[in-house]
């Protein structure tokens, strides 16, 4: 069984920092991608950061410049650093990983339980 955890979150006012961390534990053998979305209420999960096996990295327009995502040095592990956060960026942050726990099982995508946001104006 594999289980994602984040941590990190909290409250913070305008123009402030937070740096997420998620890890997966379980059963893996590898990972590809893992990414950040969130969801504000009312409002679609939507992607936030996503970054590859490979290091590359592609973010949400109304983020870019502000946030930044990377893996960690241990295995399955990812961050995201959020710089001169707004008010909208209020939001359950979730991790996302691809993972299979076998050379030769499919990959398939977990999600953390996610973890607050909240910017005060």
């Known amino acids: 069984q594999v289980q994602l955890v984040e941590s990190g979150g909290g409250l913070v006012q305008a123009g402030g920092s937070l740096r997420l961390s998620c890890a997966a534990s379980?059963?893996?053998?590898?990972?590809?991608?893992m990414g950040w979305y969130r969801q504000a209420p009312g409002k679609r999960r939507e992607l936030v950061a996503r970054?590859?096996?490979?290091?590359?990295?592609n973010y949400a327009d109304s983020v870019r410049g502000r946030f930044t995502i990377s893996r960690g040095n241990a295995l399955n592990t990812v961050y995201l650093q959020m710089n001169s956060l707004k008010p909208e960026d209020t939001a359950v942050y979730y991790c996302?990983?691809?993972?299979?726990?076998?050379?030769?099982?499919?990959?398939?995508?977990?999600w953390g339980q996610g973890t607050q946001v909240t910017v005060s104006s």
């Open positions: 970054i590859t096996s490979g290091g590359s990295t």
């Open positions: 996302s990983q691809l993972l299979r726990s076998t050379l030769y099982s499919g990959y398939n995508n977990y």
């Open positions: 379980g059963s893996i053998f590898s990972s590809t991608a």
